[in-house]
């Protein structure tokens, strides 16, 4: 079964309001959202990566050589 996932796009404005929020929430737990991590959203909010992807680059990025 091939399962396709419909995104709706979001204005800059609202993308930025999120990435904000999403910054505020980790702050109120004393953590920092990276200029990686802020990339990351940015190229999955504007299409130019799917989630998959993403998650691809960081595990190999942060995989352990056995």
Do not use: C, F, P
């Not at 505020?24 to 802020?38: C, F, P, V, W, Y």
């Amino acid at each position: 079964m091939n399962s396709q996932v419909y995104r709706k796009t979001v204005t800059d404005k609202i993308h930025k309001q999120r990435v904000q929020s999403v910054a505020g929430t980790m702050a109120i737990e004393g953590l920092t959202l990276s200029e990686a991590s802020r990339r990351n959203l940015d190229r999955y909010a504007s299409g130019q990566a799917d989630y998959q992807q993403i998650i691809a680059e960081l595990k190999a990025k942060y995989q352990r050589a056995e």
